[in-house]
């Protein structure tokens, strides 16, 4: 994999993850809870989210809601144009039938009321969605004309429904006539949504089919005012009539009977195009008022049909701008050719291609001047997003990660080929992942039509990549790239996505490191969704309410086993009643989180956890009856555990007293069977950051999910002292001398409860005792774990521990050391040997011969000064002498002893550089510094040049957090993980063991002087003795 995805990694994080996991909660942050569930059990688990959906609906201005509800009031309105003036002039009496249109549009407009009062808007140059302040500015704008055309609405169909039909009384009438004149009003409310058809054309339709759209419009709207002057024109008559005056209608032979609805209408439009066009026409005002409405029909036609002319002529010239624009630069791009004598075929590719690239500037051309930098990558996001929703690995990050997704869309680079130009090429290396979109390409000169967008080189995001294959385009095409260094960058910032990113791409490395995926251009489906679903984050998302800590219960009937419970199960083992199968089906049963498919076990933790409890628990039951065979059942003859090391295990399980202690024995049993699952991610995902540690997250589950461990519920007190004193001493840290006598400390520190303390010690081996057991079913029957070879070390450690009541933490620790060189062979003569065997430990050196004799190679190459730094840190009890603690030193050497390119020897010299560096970050006034090193124990595994690794302390820093310093490798060693070895070691490191060299020869000088001294002073004394 690439450098920089470890530094991805190690800036991920489990809270990350855990607060994303919070804000996917069911029901979070919604605010009408009980009325959602309501909604969920009528429209099944999918309709929870529902009002929801509506909220966010009517918030946005341009969802598809409001779209088709603006649509639905532009017709309304173009609706009550169109008829109400031909109501109001030729006085159309209500009816029952258009009395039924009139409700259905009384009650849009009341519904429209409180969805206008929950409607985001737009103000200087953001979306406003605050529920106040669009309250707030409905109520200072729309609000009172609203209000008032819907009493209005309201009391017409009142009237309609008391006076009947035709048959209306003359004062209902003139009532109905002048409310519907007075509703003609609401057509002020046109220009509101015509703006959001304006904005909505603008975003959907190309440029061409705008101007053209835009043109129609001003022809409509001017036919729409054309429309109601012809029907004012005839009431304008009608009124004559009544008033006894002259009018154009009697003195035409227009009036009503006389000619049919039809000739009348036709007639006042043919009038008032008359009056704004040269259409000559015999009608002419007879009287003062039908002047008057000529004359301001005439000032309307120079106003507004002239502004009309003037729009639809400057969309015109727009359209004819855009033609001239494409035509200059096409004859200057034709101009260059000629000048250059380029020959015609060439030539006419080019000039092809450049039609192309206009006809595609034409439509996508954007001044990103005048827009924000978030807005500009929101936009690529609308327009590549679709491309990459088609991967499951980019449809997780779209749906989890919004931000993220939106910045992989702007790092995409896109790149116009033309027809048969080569995408990739066989045998060539790739660092980046080619999208093409739909369309014909000859894939290795095969020819292929993709349906969908395609992806390629995914591998290339994960590690240097080599194509399989060669990729052509048939036609002028566009082909995105993204490369694993911008795929990094994006998700670098958010740890969550970053941790996601990462495990996908190691699951992707291994399956190509293991055989079982063959690199390729086009990476089999089944795989990518195998290596995305096996990733925290998907399991996360995809979390079911089951395997939620607050919802999870045991689905099963089940009695948590008491104390006489065990007692009896201990006596028919002992007695030999029970074979170790049917041991472990009675296990099962006792304690629930062991059961299978429905256990706690299960549902939250691998299956192999499951039977690691299951070997602990067997294994302690054997421990306590004194079974040798069936313990050893599981093991290898040729590395079986001799009868001699099963008696010092029966002896320690008699120092303990744990056989007269049937409480504490029940203790144990709940503790092996629920210690496992503080290892589970599904469980750690759950847990706040601060109980992160495997005792943590399992106190952390007994205190808020005492449903998730039913069988802690009889011994809740002990098992929190036991889980505390767990995480407090860990005795496999003890087992490599990884930990300091300061920690036996803390041990003792509870020795005020010496039985717990006695059990504890216990539970720990125990719980080795079934690491193997995950191997297989049969592992669960004993201990495959504790054989021969790997109980030799531990049982020194337990020896050593049985002395922690009567010895110090100083003399049980270093005790064990010295146990340990013996065993090992090493010859301790002086202080320094002793530090050696510790170093040995930590090397997890188990046994006498080649390796020890090689790390004893490698530390007599260490020069003085250097291994003085060493020896002085190893013997640090971290209380009366000040010290380092590294956790992870082990995994580090283990990874230098396997790494070809570091060697045990070069991880010691960065050790001493390390100690160092460490001290003077705090100083000398802490008795103990920890500092961890997971991330350079990672990068020791990886790293592929000595002189990189040489130099990783030039670029890596000490972060201090919780007063513990984290050892950050930082981008630039990750990114020089694959460089080979080239580089020298910096002068700042020369410099610094020169100066650590001068320090020792200056302490050897001083030491030197001092015995000078010394001796000078004695024959001083010894003279003047003899001149007495």
Known sequence: MYGFWEEVHVKSSVPALQTLLENNKPGQNRRNSVIEAIVAQTFGRHGGGLLTKIDAAIKEPFSAFHIGWSFLGLLLLLWDGITMPMAVAWDWQATRFSFVPEVLKLCYWLMDMPIS???????????????????????????????CMNSIDVITVSITIIA???????????????LRAFRLLRLVKFRQFEEKLDAIIGFSAMQYVELFIAVVKTFAVLLLFVHMLGCAWYLVGRAGIQWGWENWLIEYRFEDGREPFSRQYLVCIHWVFAQITPAPLKIQPMNSMEQGF??????????????????????????????????????QVNQYLKSNRIDLQLSTRILHFVDHALGRRKTAMLDTSLITERMRKELNMVSRGPLLLSNIVFELIDRAFKMVFMEVCDR??????????????KANLSHAMYIVRPGTYYLDDVRQVFEEPKFFAELALCAPFLHSSSLQCKNIADVFTLSGRDFAECTIDVPACGSFVYQYCRNLCTAVNNGKLFPKDELPLTFREEACKSTNCWQMLNLKDTHRIEHFFVDANYQVASVQDIEDLLNMVKAGQLQAPEMCTRLEGMFPEVMPMVGTHAHFSLPAERLRALAALASFIYLIVDRYEEFTAPQKLSNKLSVDTWKKMQDFISWSGIRSMPDWIHCVMVFLAIKGLGKSEKLLLQVPGACQGPESSVIYALQHAPRLLPSASSVESRIYDMLATHKEFNLGQFLQAENSPASILCLQGHSHDGEGVRASLVAAFALMCGIMGGAGVDGTFGSKFMDKSNSRAIMMSLACLQNIGDCTCQEVFWGYIMTRARALGIRVSIIDDVAFARLACLCRIQNPGEEIQHLASVWNSLDNPDRHVLVENLLADGMYQSGILFLYLPFCLAHAKTNEHVGVYAMLMQLVELTALAQGRIGQSAALITVNLSDLATFTSTVKSKAVFNTFLEHAELIEQDDILYLNMSSENWSRVDDSDTQEVPVSTSLRRITRKQNAVQ?????????????????ADVLDDMDL
């Open 164 to 178: 009947g039909d035709v048959d209306s009384t003359l004062a209902w009438a003139r009532l109905l006539r002048f």
């Open 412 to 425: 995409l680079k896109v790149e116009m080929l033309e027809k048969g130009e080569i995408i990739f090429k």
């Open 1003 to 1019: 302490k050897a000088i001083d030491s030197l002087q001092s015995q000078v001294s010394g001796i000078q002073m004695h024959f």
């Open 294 to 331: 000529n004359i301001f029909v005439i000032i309307f036609a120079l106003v507004v049909v002239g502004g009309s002319i003037s729009r639809i002529s400057a969309t015109i010239q727009q359209v004819l701008k855009l033609s001239a624009e494409s035509n200059q630069k096409k004859r």
């Open 117 to 147: 009062l929950q409607t985001g808007y737009a103000a200087h140059g953001t979306m406003v969605t605050s529920r106040k302040k669009m309250a707030k500015r409905y109520l200072r704008t729309w609000f009172g004309p609203d209000l």
